[in-house]
């Protein structure tokens, strides 16, 4: 069992940055690959970026490629989103998930924390 609680959602002008942090208890982070998941009002929940158990390999969404980076920290099990350049597009709740394997789907899920709203509006 894993439980995952996210933080660093907020309002944010367009343009602008925000870091959120996904940080887990129970069973050890490193054992798991751990992506985020986003959903925005009347959409589907849907796959944003993920990093492997080691970190060595990240894949993403074609929407947030060049804006977003994902790093972990295993020592602390903490996973970051960088997120840059923000539109309102953007804007959803923000899921933190952990999976078994990097090819992360929303079906692969084993765990989901509880979320955390950004807001990107001027």
């Known amino acids: 069992q894993v439980q995952l609680v996210e933080s660093g959602g907020g309002l944010v002008q367009p343009g602008g940055s925000l870091r959120l942090s996904c940080a887990a208890s129970?069973?050890?982070?490193?054992?798991?690959?751990v992506g985020w998941f986003r959903q925005a009002p009347g959409k589907e929940r849907e796959f944003v970026i993920v990093i492997s158990r080691s970190g060595s390999t990240t894949y993403y969404a074609d929407s947030v490629s060049g804006r977003f980076t994902i790093s972990r920290d295993n020592a602390k099990s903490t996973v970051y989103l960088q997120m840059n350049s923000l539109v309102p597009e953007d804007t959803a709740v923000y899921y933190c998930?952990?999976?078994?394997?990097?090819?992360?789907?929303?079906?692969?899920?084993?765990?989901w924390g509880q979320g955390t709203q950004v807001t990107v509006s001027s």
């Open positions: 129970g069973r050890t982070l490193s054992s798991y690959a």
């Open positions: 998930a952990v999976g078994a394997r990097a090819t992360m789907t929303r079906e692969s899920v084993l765990y």
